[in-house]
C-alpha cells in the first residue's frame, strides 16, 4: 500500500531524512521509534504533504500511485490520515464544521452522496461515543482550548470519522493519562483490518502494550537503522537508543 | 492650517439653494467655519494617508444639482429597504441623499421621538461643527434626523437607519446629520446601514451625534456596505455620561475610498466604551479608520478591537487614540488592532496611540499584521479540505469574531452573509 524508497528530505535547506526506505502493506500495524529529531514527525508531515518539506531525492507511491505528485488534500480524499503530534487550535471555526467539512469532501472526491445534517450527527455521536468524547466538544472552535489529551482523542476521533486506508499517527499517546491511553488506543484498534494500513510514531513502549504492531522500526539521524518485530520494542525499552546508534556506526 | 477653497462661489450658491428652513443661520456660520480650512489635507498628521483633497474634487459638477426637494422617497431606496425589512427585525427609518423621511418610519414605540432636527431648536444648538468635514456636512445638510429616547426606558426593537444615495446621472453629494439622544437610565439598540447605487460619482459625508445621559446603554452598529466606485466620510461622535455604556461595531465591506473616524468622549466617571470594528478591503480600495478616545474622568473605561482583511492593491489605515486625562485616574484603555495581509501589494498603516496623564491607568495596545497562519492552512488541507476552502473557512474566522461581538443581534445574521459574499469576492481576486 505504501512504499517509500531512498527517501530525502530537507527543511528551509537541511537534510532531515536522508536515505529512508519503508514498506506498509494492508492490514499491517508499523510502529515507528526514535529518539528526539531523528526524523519522525518529518516522515509523518512529508507522507501527509506539508509543502515545507523539499523532498530532494527517493519516491512514495501509496496504492501504486506516486504519491509526492499529489497535493495534501487529495491524499487525504485517497484515504490518508495523520494524527498531528501537535494538533492546532484554530479559533472561529466549528469543531461540527470542520468534520462535516471533512467528510463530504472526503465522499464527493469518492462519487459518493455527501450526508445530511441528520446523517451526520447520528455518525459522529456514534463515534463520540467510541472516544468516550461529551457531545459538547463539537460545540467548540476546532482544538479550541481543549487540553493536550483532548485534542489528542479529537484525532482520533476525526479518524473514526473520516475511516483512512492508511492512518499516521504521530505521538498521539504523549501526554495521555493511563485511561486517554485506553481509549485512544480502542479507537485506533476499532480501525483495524486487512484493508488498512496503520504507522505508529511513538516515543514509548506503552501504547504497544495496547497496540500491538505487526512491525517496529527505529529511526534514527534520518534512516531507519533496525527493524524488527514487538520484541524490539522490549529490547528499547530496557535498554534505550545508545546501544543500536552504537552498533549502526561501528 | 488654512488651505483655500476652490470652489467657493459653487458652495456658497449651493448652500444658498438649500430649502429655507430653520437651519439657515447654522448653515451659514457652518459655512464660514469650513470655508477657513477647507477639506482636511495629506499634510494634517491625522490625514497623512488618505488624500481627501484630491479624491474629492468639488466643483461645479458636484454642488450644481439641487438635492434640497425631493419629497417622496425614492424608488431605489423604497426597494433596498424593503429588502432590508426582510433580512433585520427591526423598526426603519430612511435618510436618502442626506435627507430623512419620516413619512415611511416603522417606529411606533412611545417612548422614542423621531423629528427633523429643522424642528427641534434644542438639538440644531448642538450641532456639532468642530472639524472641517462636520462643518462642510453643517453647511449642506437638507435636514437632520433627531431620535431621542425617553429617559427610563428600555426599547427592546433596533432602530435601523438605513442611509442611501443614488446617482444615476450626476455626481452625487449628500451630507446626511443624525443626532440621538439616550434619556437617563434608557437603552436602545442602533444600526446605520450604508448602501449605495448608480453610476455617477458620489460623495457621502454623514455626522451622527450621539448624546448618552446618566446610567444609558446605546448599541450602535454601523455597516458600510456602498458600492465599489463611491466615496464615503463618516463621523460617529459620542458623549458618554456617567455610568452610561457605548457599544459600536463598524463595519466596512464597500466603498472605493473610505474615512471613518469615532470620536468618544468619556465625559464623566464610570463612562464606558467598546469599540470595534472590521474591514475587509480588496482591489484599489482605501478604508481609513480614525478613532479616538478621551478619558476626561476616572475611572473610565475603553476597549477597543478592530480587525481587517486585505487583498489586491487594498490600502487601510487603522489609528486608534487614547488619551487619558490629568485626573482620570482608575481609567482602563484596551486597544488591539489585527490585520491579515492576503497580498503583498497590499498595505496596512496601523498605530495605536496612548496618551497618559493621569495615575493608576491601567493600558494596554498591540497591532498585528501578518498572513493566514500557514500551519492550520495545511491542518484543513490534511483533513481533505481543498486550498480555496481552507483559506474561506480560515478568513472567515478572522472575521467572524467582530461580527458575533457586535452589539445589536437582530443584523447578524444578516452581517455574516454580507461579510461572506464580501470576502468570497476578496479571496476571488487572490486567485490572480
Ligand atoms: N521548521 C523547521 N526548521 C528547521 N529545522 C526543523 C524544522 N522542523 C524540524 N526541524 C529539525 O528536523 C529534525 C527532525 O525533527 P522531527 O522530524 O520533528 O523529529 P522527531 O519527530 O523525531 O522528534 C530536528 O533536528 C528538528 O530540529
Ligand atoms: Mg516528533
Known amino acids: ?250 | 492650517m488654512s488651505t483655500e477653497f476652490s470652489a467657493e462661489t459653487e458652495l456658497r450658491s449651493a448652500v444658498e439653494r438649500l430649502p429655507a428652513n430653520s437651519l439657515k443661520p447654522l448653515r451659514q456660520s457652518a459655512l464660514t467655519g469650513f470655508l477657513k480650512t477647507g477639506f482636511p489635507g495629506v499634510k494634517q498628521e491625522d490625514w497623512r494617508y488618505t488624500n481627501l483633497q484630491a479624491a474629492v474634487t468639488l466643483s461645479q459638477r458636484w454642488l450644481s444639482a439641487d438635492r434640497g426637494s425631493i419629497k417622496k422617497l425614492p424608488d431605489s431606496a423604497a426597494s433596498v429597504l424593503q429588502q432590508l425589512q426582510e433580512q433585520i427585525e427591526a423598526d426603519w427609518i430612511v435618510v436618502a441623499s442626506g435627507q430623512a423621511f419620516l413619512d415611511g418610519s416603522t417606529i411606533s414605540d412611545a417612548d422614542i421621538s423621531v423629528r427633523l432636527l429643522s424642528t427641534d431648536p434644542q438639538a440644531a444648538e448642538q450641532i456639532n461643527t468642530a472639524d472641517p468635514l462636520s462643518s462642510f456636512n453643517a453647511a449642506l445638510m437638507t435636514d437632520g434626523l433627531v431620535i431621542r429616547i425617553a429617559s427610563n426606558s428600555v426599547i427592546k426593537r433596533p432602530v435601523a437607519i438605513l442611509l442611501f444615495d443614488d446617482s444615476d446621472t450626476a455626481a452625487a453629494l449628500s451630507n446626511a446629520r443624525i443626532v440621538i439622544d439616550a434619556g437617563v437610565n434608557s437603552s436602545c439598540q442602533l444600526l446605520e446601514i450604508h448602501r449605495s447605487h448608480g453610476a455617477a460619482e458620489q460623495f457621502s459625508n454623514t455626522v451622527s451625534q450621539v448624546n448618552l445621559q446618566a446610567g444609558s446603554t446605546v448599541a450602535l452598529t454601523r455597516i458600510q456596505d456602498r458600492e465599489a466606485h463611491h466615496l464615503h466620510t463618516g463621523r460617529v461622535a459620542a458623549r458618554i455620561g456617567a455610568d452610561a455604556s457605548f457599544n459600536i461595531t463598524s463595519i466596512d465591506i464597500g466603498g472605493a475610498l473610505i474615512r471613518n473616524d469615532v470620536a468618544i468622549d468619556l465625559a464623566e466617571a464610570g463612562a464606558d466604551v467598546t469599540m470595534n470594528g472590521l474591514y475587509l478591503a480588496s482591489d484599489n480600495q482605501h478604508i481609513d479608520n480614525h478613532t479616538r478616545v478621551d478619558h476626561r474622568v476616572g475611572p473610565s473605561t475603553s476597549s477597543e478591537e478592530y480587525r481587517g482583511l486585505l487583498n489586491g492593491n487594498a490600502r487601510c489605515v487603522f489609528n486608534g487614540k487614547a488619551v487619558v486625562h490629568i485626573g482620570a485616574d482608575g481609567s482602563d484603555a484596551q486597544q488591539s488592532n489585527h490585520n491579515l495581509l492576503m497580498s503583498d501589494k497590499a498595505e496596512i498603516d496601523t498605530k495605536p496611540e496612548l496618551e497618559i496623564y493621569a495615575d493608576e491607568v491601567k493600558c494596554s495596545h498591540g497591532a498585528t499584521v501578518g498572513q493566514l497562519d500557514p500551519v492550520s492552512l495545511f491542518y484543513l488541507r490534511s483533513r481533505g479540505l481543498d486550498k480555496d476552502q481552507a483559506t474561506r473557512i480560515l478568513t472567515s474566522a478572522f472575521a467572524t469574531k467582530i461580527i458575533e461581538e457586535s452589539p445589536v443581534a437582530a443584523a447578524h445574521d444578516y452581517l455574516q452573509q454580507r461579510s461572506k459574499a464580501c470576502l468570497e469576492r476578496i479571496i476571488a481576486g487572490d486567485s490572480k
Not at chain 1, 529518539?35 to 523539499?54: C, F, M
Not at chain 1, 509526492?68 to 487525504?76: G, K, Q, S, T
Not at chain 1, 462519487?111 to 451526520?120: K, M, Q, R, S
Not at chain 1, 463539537?138 to 489528542?152: H, I, P
Request: net charge negative; charged share 25%.
Open chain 1, 1 to 250: 500500500m505504501l512504499k517509500i524508497r531512498n527517501l530525502h528530505a530537507s527543511i528551509k535547506g537541511t537534510e532531515i531524512l536522508k536515505g529512508l526506505s519503508l514498506e506498509v502493506n494492508a492490514g499491517e500495524v508499523h510502529a515507528i521509534m526514535g529518539p528526539n529529531g531523528s526524523g519522525k514527525s518529518t516522515l509523518a508531515q512529508v507522507i501527509a504533504g506539508h509543502v515545507d518539506y523539499e523532498v530532494t531525492s527517493g519516491s512514495v507511491t501509496y496504492q501504486g500511485k506516486d504519491l509526492l505528485d499529489l497535493a495534501p488534500e487529495m491524499r487525504a480524499r485517497e484515504g490518508i490520515f495523520l494524527g498531528f503530534q501537535y494538533p492546532v487550535e484554530i479559533p472561529g471555526v466549528n469543531n461540527t464544521y470542520l468534520l462535516k467539512a471533512a467528510l463530504n469532501a472526503k465522499r464527493k472526491h469518492l462519487g459518493l452522496p455527501e450526508v445530511d445534517a441528520y446523517e451526520f450527527m447520528k455518525l459522529i455521536r456514534e463515534k463520540m461515543k467510541l472516544m468516550e468524547m461529551d457531545p459538547s466538544f463539537l460545540k467548540r472552535g476546532v482544538n479550541e482550548g481543549f487540553s493536550g489529551g483532548e485534542k489528542k482523542r479529537n484525532e482520533i476521533l476525526q479518524m473514526a470519522l473520516l475511516e483512512p486506508t492508511l492512518a499516521v499517527l504521530d505521538e498521539t499517546d504523549s501526554g495521555l493519562d493511563i485511561d486517554a491511553l485506553k481509549v485512544v488506543a480502542n479507537g485506533v484498534n476499532t480501525l483495524r483490518s486487512p484493508e488498512r494500513g496503520i504507522i505508529l510514531v511513538t516515543h514509548y513502549q506503552r501504547l504497544l502494550d495496547y497496540i500491538e504492531p505487526d512491525h517496529v522500526h527505529v529511526l534514527s539521524g534520518g534512516r531507519i537503522i533496525r527493524s524488527g518485530d514487538k520484541s524490539l520494542a522490549h529490547d528499547l525499552e530496557e535498554r534505550g537508543y545508545d546501544w543500536l546508534s552504537e552498533a549502526v556506526s561501528a
